[in-house]
Protein backbone atom coordinates (compact mmCIF):
# COMPACT_ATOMS: atom_id res chain seq x y z
CA UNK A 1 0.00 0.00 0.00
CA UNK A 2 1.32 3.69 -1.02
CA UNK A 3 2.18 6.17 1.45
CA UNK A 4 3.14 10.07 1.03
CA UNK A 5 6.76 11.18 0.68
CA UNK A 6 6.59 12.45 3.84
CA UNK A 7 5.66 9.64 5.92
CA UNK A 8 8.74 7.76 5.03
CA UNK A 9 11.21 10.71 5.42
CA UNK A 10 12.78 9.55 8.19
CA UNK A 11 13.54 5.63 7.38
CA UNK A 12 14.45 6.72 3.73
CA UNK A 13 17.10 9.37 5.08
CA UNK A 14 18.40 6.86 7.30
CA UNK A 15 19.49 4.76 4.75
CA UNK A 16 20.53 7.64 2.56
CA UNK A 17 23.11 8.34 5.42
CA UNK A 18 24.14 5.07 6.35
CA UNK A 19 24.72 4.07 1.99
CA UNK A 20 26.59 7.51 1.26
CA UNK A 21 29.57 6.40 2.49
CA UNK A 22 29.67 3.41 0.77
CA UNK A 23 28.25 4.18 -2.79
CA UNK A 24 29.44 8.15 -2.42
CA UNK A 25 32.36 8.54 0.11
CA UNK A 26 33.26 11.97 -1.08
CA UNK A 27 28.91 13.23 -0.64
CA UNK A 28 27.31 14.57 2.26
CA UNK A 29 23.58 14.44 3.42
CA UNK A 30 22.50 18.13 4.09
CA UNK A 31 19.59 17.40 6.55
CA UNK A 32 17.98 21.21 6.67
CA UNK A 33 17.39 20.97 2.85
CA UNK A 34 17.12 17.35 2.90
CA UNK A 35 19.60 17.08 -0.35
CA UNK A 36 22.54 14.87 -1.07
CA UNK A 37 25.66 17.21 -1.66
CA UNK A 38 28.55 15.83 -4.05
CA UNK A 39 31.83 17.64 -4.38
CA UNK A 40 31.92 18.75 -7.93
CA UNK A 41 35.53 20.67 -8.47
CA UNK A 42 35.84 23.46 -6.89
CA UNK A 43 31.98 23.64 -6.63
CA UNK A 44 29.64 20.95 -5.56
CA UNK A 45 26.35 19.32 -6.94
CA UNK A 46 22.81 19.11 -5.07
CA UNK A 47 20.22 16.71 -5.54
CA UNK A 48 17.28 16.97 -3.65
CA UNK A 49 15.58 13.53 -2.11
CA UNK A 50 12.33 13.99 -2.97
CA UNK A 51 12.54 11.68 -5.78
CA UNK A 52 13.64 8.63 -3.76
CA UNK A 53 11.25 9.77 -1.24
CA UNK A 54 8.16 8.92 -4.09
CA UNK A 55 9.84 6.03 -5.28
CA UNK A 56 10.06 4.34 -1.42
CA UNK A 57 6.16 6.12 -1.26
CA UNK A 58 4.68 3.43 -3.46
CA UNK A 59 7.12 0.32 -2.56
CA UNK A 60 7.17 -1.73 0.12
CA UNK A 61 9.83 -1.37 2.89
CA UNK A 62 11.58 -4.34 1.77
CA UNK A 63 12.34 -2.49 -1.74
CA UNK A 64 13.65 0.94 0.11
CA UNK A 65 17.41 -0.17 0.51
CA UNK A 66 17.82 -1.44 -3.46
CA UNK A 67 16.02 2.03 -4.24
CA UNK A 68 18.22 4.48 -2.31
CA UNK A 69 21.37 2.53 -3.65
CA UNK A 70 19.62 2.98 -7.14
CA UNK A 71 18.95 6.44 -6.41
CA UNK A 72 22.55 7.16 -4.87
CA UNK A 73 24.02 5.85 -7.66
CA UNK A 74 22.24 8.26 -10.61
CA UNK A 75 22.75 11.22 -8.77
CA UNK A 76 26.71 9.98 -8.38
CA UNK A 77 26.21 9.72 -12.11
CA UNK A 78 24.96 13.29 -12.56
CA UNK A 79 27.36 14.77 -10.62
CA UNK A 80 30.60 12.95 -12.89
CA UNK A 81 28.48 14.44 -15.96
CA UNK A 82 28.32 18.06 -14.50
CA UNK A 83 32.23 17.50 -14.05
CA UNK A 84 32.74 17.10 -17.61
CA UNK A 85 30.16 19.95 -18.22
CA UNK A 86 32.00 22.53 -16.36
CA UNK A 87 35.92 21.22 -17.71
CA UNK A 88 34.06 21.72 -20.59
CA UNK A 89 32.70 25.42 -20.72
CA UNK A 90 34.49 26.74 -17.64
CA UNK A 91 31.97 29.10 -15.80
CA UNK A 92 29.20 28.64 -18.06
CA UNK A 93 27.37 31.65 -16.61
CA UNK A 94 30.21 33.41 -18.70
CA UNK A 95 28.58 31.94 -21.68
CA UNK A 96 24.79 32.24 -21.51
CA UNK A 97 23.18 34.73 -23.74
CA UNK A 98 19.51 35.53 -24.03
CA UNK A 99 18.10 35.24 -27.72
CA UNK A 100 14.78 36.42 -29.37
CA UNK A 101 12.74 34.00 -30.99
CA UNK A 102 8.94 33.83 -32.20
CA UNK A 103 6.66 32.27 -29.85
CA UNK A 104 7.40 28.72 -29.98
CA UNK A 105 4.83 25.76 -30.28
CA UNK A 106 4.46 23.85 -26.70
CA UNK A 107 6.32 21.13 -28.28
CA UNK A 108 9.09 22.69 -29.48
CA UNK A 109 10.12 24.50 -26.26
CA UNK A 110 9.86 21.49 -23.86
CA UNK A 111 12.36 21.45 -21.89
CA UNK A 112 14.32 24.49 -22.84
CA UNK A 113 15.06 27.37 -20.94
CA UNK A 114 12.44 29.26 -22.40
CA UNK A 115 10.25 32.27 -20.78
CA UNK A 116 7.76 34.25 -23.11
CA UNK A 117 8.72 37.75 -24.11
CA UNK A 118 4.86 39.47 -24.58
CA UNK A 119 2.53 37.94 -26.89
CA UNK A 120 4.46 37.20 -30.05
CA UNK A 121 8.16 35.94 -28.79
CA UNK A 122 9.98 34.21 -26.46
CA UNK A 123 13.42 34.68 -24.46
CA UNK A 124 15.30 31.30 -24.90
CA UNK A 125 18.63 31.59 -22.76
CA UNK A 126 21.58 30.19 -25.32
CA UNK A 127 25.19 29.07 -24.42
CA UNK A 128 27.57 30.85 -26.78
CA UNK A 129 29.99 27.96 -27.34
CA UNK A 130 31.79 27.28 -31.28
CA UNK A 131 31.40 23.75 -31.00
CA UNK A 132 29.14 22.45 -27.80
CA UNK A 133 26.53 25.62 -27.45
CA UNK A 134 23.09 25.69 -28.48
CA UNK A 135 19.98 26.23 -26.54
CA UNK A 136 20.16 25.66 -23.09
CA UNK A 137 17.89 22.66 -21.52
CA UNK A 138 16.51 22.68 -18.19
CA UNK A 139 18.14 19.27 -17.86
CA UNK A 140 21.70 20.94 -18.43
CA UNK A 141 20.74 23.37 -16.18
CA UNK A 142 19.82 21.70 -13.57
CA UNK A 143 23.32 19.31 -14.14
CA UNK A 144 25.12 22.83 -13.76
CA UNK A 145 23.38 24.26 -10.99
CA UNK A 146 21.94 27.57 -12.74
CA UNK A 147 19.27 28.71 -11.06
CA UNK A 148 18.43 32.63 -11.05
CA UNK A 149 19.88 33.67 -14.39
CA UNK A 150 18.53 37.21 -14.06
CA UNK A 151 22.66 38.23 -15.52
CA UNK A 152 21.53 36.65 -18.86
CA UNK A 153 20.64 40.04 -20.33
CA UNK A 154 23.43 41.54 -19.40
CA UNK A 155 25.77 39.10 -20.50
CA UNK A 156 24.18 39.92 -23.85
CA UNK A 157 24.11 43.55 -23.61
CA UNK A 158 28.17 43.53 -22.40
CA UNK A 159 29.52 41.20 -24.45
CA UNK A 160 27.63 41.23 -27.85
CA UNK A 161 25.16 44.24 -28.63
CA UNK A 162 27.70 46.64 -26.88
CA UNK A 163 28.68 47.24 -30.43
CA UNK A 164 25.54 47.11 -32.82
CA UNK A 165 25.44 49.59 -35.60
CA UNK A 166 22.59 52.07 -36.57
CA UNK A 167 22.38 53.98 -39.39
CA UNK A 168 19.20 55.29 -41.66
CA UNK A 169 18.54 53.94 -45.01
CA UNK A 170 15.99 55.14 -48.09
CA UNK A 171 13.11 53.27 -48.27
CA UNK A 172 11.01 55.27 -49.89
CA UNK A 173 11.89 59.17 -51.54
CA UNK A 174 12.43 61.26 -48.30
CA UNK A 175 11.77 58.17 -45.75
CA UNK A 176 14.27 56.56 -44.32
CA UNK A 177 14.38 53.28 -42.15
CA UNK A 178 16.84 52.66 -39.59
CA UNK A 179 18.43 49.65 -39.48
CA UNK A 180 20.34 48.25 -35.72
CA UNK A 181 22.37 45.56 -37.02
CA UNK A 182 25.30 43.26 -36.60
CA UNK A 183 26.45 41.20 -39.06
CA UNK A 184 26.94 37.73 -37.98
CA UNK A 185 25.17 38.36 -34.99
CA UNK A 186 22.52 36.13 -33.32
CA UNK A 187 21.23 38.14 -30.33
CA UNK A 188 20.27 41.75 -32.22
CA UNK A 189 16.93 40.45 -31.66
CA UNK A 190 17.36 40.38 -27.97
CA UNK A 191 16.76 44.58 -28.80
CA UNK A 192 13.29 44.29 -29.50
CA UNK A 193 12.08 44.88 -26.24
CA UNK A 194 14.34 47.77 -26.30
CA UNK A 195 13.48 49.72 -29.52
CA UNK A 196 12.33 53.10 -27.69
CA UNK A 197 16.32 53.94 -27.67
CA UNK A 198 16.77 53.80 -31.40
CA UNK A 199 14.02 56.32 -31.96
CA UNK A 200 13.83 59.85 -31.69
CA UNK A 201 12.44 62.01 -28.88
CA UNK A 202 9.84 62.74 -28.59
CA UNK A 203 8.34 59.56 -29.30
CA UNK A 204 4.70 59.74 -29.13
CA UNK A 205 2.83 57.30 -31.45
CA UNK A 206 5.80 54.51 -31.71
CA UNK A 207 7.22 53.38 -34.63
CA UNK A 208 6.84 50.21 -37.01
CA UNK A 209 9.18 47.17 -36.62
CA UNK A 210 10.54 44.41 -38.29
CA UNK A 211 13.29 41.83 -37.02
CA UNK A 212 14.00 39.81 -40.47
CA UNK A 213 16.52 38.04 -38.83
CA UNK A 214 18.25 37.47 -35.38
CA UNK A 215 21.34 40.22 -36.87
CA UNK A 216 19.12 42.96 -37.95
CA UNK A 217 16.22 45.35 -36.59
CA UNK A 218 14.19 47.42 -38.82
CA UNK A 219 12.67 50.66 -37.47
CA UNK A 220 10.14 53.30 -38.86
CA UNK A 221 9.53 55.91 -36.08
CA UNK A 222 5.71 57.11 -36.97
CA UNK A 223 5.75 60.73 -36.92
CA UNK A 224 2.92 61.21 -39.35
CA UNK A 225 0.42 60.31 -41.81
CA UNK A 226 2.58 59.23 -44.29
CA UNK A 227 3.06 56.06 -42.38
CA UNK A 228 -0.27 54.76 -44.73
CA UNK A 229 2.41 54.81 -47.72
CA UNK A 230 5.42 52.92 -45.94
CA UNK A 231 3.80 50.19 -44.38
CA UNK A 232 3.70 48.10 -47.51
CA UNK A 233 7.15 48.81 -48.89
CA UNK A 234 8.36 48.62 -45.11
CA UNK A 235 6.49 45.00 -45.10
CA UNK A 236 8.01 43.63 -48.38
CA UNK A 237 11.31 44.63 -47.63
CA UNK A 238 11.51 42.93 -43.86
CA UNK A 239 9.86 39.53 -45.71
CA UNK A 240 12.17 40.06 -48.48
CA UNK A 241 14.85 39.80 -45.85
CA UNK A 242 13.65 37.42 -44.45
CA UNK A 243 13.14 34.83 -47.21
CA UNK A 244 16.57 35.62 -47.45
CA UNK A 245 18.27 35.24 -43.87
CA UNK A 246 20.89 32.61 -43.00
CA UNK A 247 19.85 32.95 -39.37
CA UNK A 248 15.85 34.21 -39.91
CA UNK A 249 13.90 35.57 -37.50
CA UNK A 250 10.12 36.73 -37.47
CA UNK A 251 8.77 37.43 -41.44
CA UNK A 252 6.11 40.55 -39.89
CA UNK A 253 5.39 43.42 -39.23
CA UNK A 254 4.84 45.36 -35.81
CA UNK A 255 3.50 48.61 -34.25
CA UNK A 256 5.68 49.47 -31.01
CA UNK A 257 3.64 51.13 -28.86
CA UNK A 258 2.82 51.99 -25.26
CA UNK A 259 4.34 49.74 -22.67
CA UNK A 260 6.54 47.53 -24.76
CA UNK A 261 3.57 46.82 -26.99
CA UNK A 262 4.14 44.59 -29.94
CA UNK A 263 0.60 44.68 -32.27
CA UNK A 264 1.07 42.40 -35.75
CA UNK A 265 0.10 44.56 -38.61
CA UNK A 266 -0.63 43.41 -42.20
CA UNK A 267 0.84 44.96 -45.15
CA UNK A 268 -2.81 46.49 -45.76
CA UNK A 269 -3.60 47.15 -42.00
CA UNK A 270 -3.38 51.25 -43.26
CA UNK A 271 -6.43 50.45 -45.08
CA UNK A 272 -8.43 48.88 -42.39
CA UNK A 273 -11.31 50.84 -40.57
CA UNK A 274 -11.23 49.95 -37.34
CA UNK A 275 -8.87 48.49 -34.89
CA UNK A 276 -6.31 50.70 -32.57
CA UNK A 277 -4.27 51.07 -35.46
CA UNK A 278 -7.31 52.95 -37.59
CA UNK A 279 -7.65 55.14 -34.46
CA UNK A 280 -4.17 56.16 -34.52
CA UNK A 281 -4.21 57.00 -38.27
CA UNK A 282 -7.66 59.28 -38.24
CA UNK A 283 -5.15 60.71 -35.31
CA UNK A 284 -2.68 61.43 -37.22
CA UNK A 285 -5.10 62.91 -40.04
CA UNK A 286 -6.45 65.39 -38.22
CA UNK A 287 -3.13 66.59 -37.19
CA UNK A 288 -1.37 66.78 -40.70
Known amino acids: MSMEPLDVAGDVHALVRDLLPVLAPTAWFDG ?18 WTVLER ?7 EWPGLVAEWVREVGDRAFLAVGEMELFGDVRELLRLRIVPKLAPRDREG ?5 AGDHFDAM ?5 PRYGGPLTRARAGLLGLRKLGYVMTNTHDREL ?21 PGSRYVSALLSEVDQFLPVPNEHGALVGVPCHSTLLLYPITSADVRTVLPVFAE ?24 RLTPLSPDAAARPTGEFASLLRRLRRRS
Open 112 to 116: LVVVP
Open 162 to 182: ADVQVRDQPLLPGRDVRVVTK
Open 32 to 49: GTSEVVLPVGRSEARAST
Open 56 to 62: CARAEPA
Open 125 to 129: VMIEH
Open 237 to 260: VVAEMHAGAEDPCARGVYWSHGER
